[in-house]
């Protein structure tokens, strides 16, 4: 199980166009990748549903100085693609509701097309939600309150209400659903958060950034997606600090032993540095171990160095010469959904340990919801703070003497200097964050994870599934004990068995797909 987290819980920060490599937050060695691993120039082998992709732009790995150009454009929000979800947790036989950026989209499969697309979460009738209603057996989208139908292009094709001999009401203008250009990639729905008609063909001038890892067949990959009660600014700068790991993840991620200990928990002294900051993100430099990239708006990246091949938990001095190159790379995916509100979606690719795409997917969930839920409380309260002192004073009320908040200070210096100093909501929201509920809904897994994995949420009717059979056979050994007179002992024994087994599982479950609690003080 230990071997598991330290598979993927890395904290990672971006991606580039040239030389990529890999903060060495746990235990792997990290070191720079050659230039040729990351390129403009690389075709992406992913799905587009509107046309053929090509690469991104990335930030240039370049080293200049922090200071980016005062006359520099601003970031446009809106002009950017944004994931949605992995495509695997997408259910081609239903609609999905989603939020991004404040906007209510429904995901949803074309078949006719075989694409999926992306609507704006209203029937034009009378506004009611498309992602309460079905895909017909034509393959529309079908609205239930009144039954209008739509196509992939979200034109209406069938209106129950209008005579068919009357005028052709369903071909007006008014009654098309407004469709955001939607795209796979990486195993992945993007959106583009604009109905505009002038960006119905966005893909073919800007596509989503290209990371050659989760194109690569040589690599396995571990994906999720969770949604989490805190903004979409705090959780890029979780992901950005190595140093929290050893006090907030303590007992559940193993970090590398420093030479000296200065306390139980083994925090020591973290270089870290920004290289560069303009407008598509930062590229920052960990001492000893690579550089981090964050690249605007949603994506932290990190790639690790070929380390000697050991064993599944050696790792090797830098200075000796690999026998096989390990390489992993830490992809999350921030997802601005709503104040307060946010989506983190991982990809962890990876060339060795095939063993590791061999274990049930809800168990991988598992331990990351773990690690997710160990800070999760400290990152609400944190949140509400800074909402208090008002998040352009940031700076003034957090003291961050040390090197190892670097890559924060650098992400709300990019935050301020080119986007605005928030995410632009455009007035849907009035900045004030949503009321704190009980702890046990703050940490609840079932809603923010469970009921959109389609692994967990299969694990999860199974298990319940198993528990109730246990029940029953527990019941049905005390009554062949009480109606026979032979084997009494045994039976007896067995619907014990089977009621403590059903007990345990029953704790089993509502820990890992409800609420399990993490109390720092008795770590």
Known sequence: MEGLITSYVHIPTSISKTQFTKPKFLNFQFNPVPASTFSRKTPSKSKLFTTISSSPSFVSTTETKLEADSQAEKFDWYAHWYPVMPVCDLDKRA????????????????????????????????????????????????????????????????IPQAPPDGPPVSTSKKACVAVYPSTVHHDIVWFWPNTDPQYKDIILKKQPPFIPELDDPSYIKITGSRDLPYGYEVLIENLMDPAHVPYAHYGIMRTRKPKVKADREGGSPVELSIKKLDIDGFIGNQVQFGINKFIAPCISYADSSPVIDQGDDAIADTEKKPSMQRREALIFFCVPVSPGNSRLIWAIPKNYGVWIAKVPRFIHHSVTNIVLDSDLYLLYL?????????????????????????????FR???????????????????TLPPTPPREQLLDRY???VVNCPSCNSAYKGLNALEVILQFASLAFFGIAGATKHNVYTMVAMAVVCFVGSKWLHQFIYKNFHYHDYDHAFR
């Open 95 to 158: 609609p999905h509701a989603k939020k991004v950026m404040g906007l209510d989209i429904v995901v949803w499969w074309d078949k006719n097309e075989s694409s999926w697309r992306v609507f704006n979460d209203a029937c034009p009738h009378r506004l009611a939600p498309l992602s309460e209603g079905r895909i017909d057996q034509w393959g529309r989208l079908q609205c239930v309150y009144h039954g209008w139908c739509f196509n992939g292009s979200g034109n209406c094709n069938f």
């Open 413 to 431: 210096k990019w935050l301020n200097k080119y986007a605005g100093g928030q995410v632009d909501w455009r007035g849907n929201y009035s900045g």
């Open 382 to 410: 944190e949140e509400r703070k800074i909402m208090e002192m008002g998040a352009s004073n940031w700076q003034k009320a957090c003291f961050v003497p040390a090197k190892s908040d670097a890559f924060v200070v650098g």
């Open 447 to 449: 809603w923010s994870h």
